[in-house]
């Protein structure tokens, strides 16, 4: 049976997008080592190239791929017009919600680099539903 995660998969393979996923360690107080893995992600496509942190449980064993990583970007990119009291309200306060927001912020701008139009909408439709 296909799940959708497949087909994002699949979409994500007809793009000639390069991909690469390196482990980091300590990578910073904000994030507890014991908890999370952190990555280096390098993503190349049609000239672009960008970069990002992506995070993921340790009891998620296998290493990140392009999928998991795009669908991250694009809840970054859902998550980039609110303003600081509606993402405070609705994930928590810290000291790092403003840093967290500015964050999204900035994924948001990097996946719309790689896909434009009708395949950021693709992207965004499939990683809904990822």
Same mark, same amino acid.
């Not at 994002?8 to 793009?15: P, R, S």
């Not at 390098?42 to 672009?48: F, H, P, V, W, Y």
């Given at each position: 049976m296909e799940t959708l995660e497949m087909k994002?998969?699949?979409?994500?393979?007809?793009?000639?997008?390069?991909f690469r996923a390196t482990e980091v360690d300590n990578?910073?107080?904000?994030?507890?080592s014991e908890t999370f893995r952190a990555y280096r992600v +390098?993503?190349?496509?049609? %000239?672009?190239r960008i970069g990002v942190s992506f995070f993921q449980g340790r009891g998620i064993k296998h290493e990140p791929t392009l999928a998991d990583v795009i669908c991250s970007l694009a809840l970054d990119r859902v998550y980039a017009d609110? +303003?600081?009291?509606?993402? %405070?309200?609705?994930?928590?306060?810290?000291?790092y919600t403003a840093k967290t927001l500015k964050?999204?912020?900035r994924n948001a701008k990097k996946i719309e680099r790689l896909f434009q139009g009708e395949e950021l909408e693709?992207?965004?439709?499939?990683?809904?539903q990822y």
């Open positions: 994002l998969d699949d979409y994500l393979a007809t793009l000639n997008i390069k990578y910073s107080k904000e994030w507890d +390098t993503i190349t496509r049609a %000239g672009e609110y +303003t600081l009291k509606e993402f %405070g309200d609705e994930f928590g306060w810290n000291e964050s999204c912020q693709k992207v965004q439709e499939l990683a809904s």
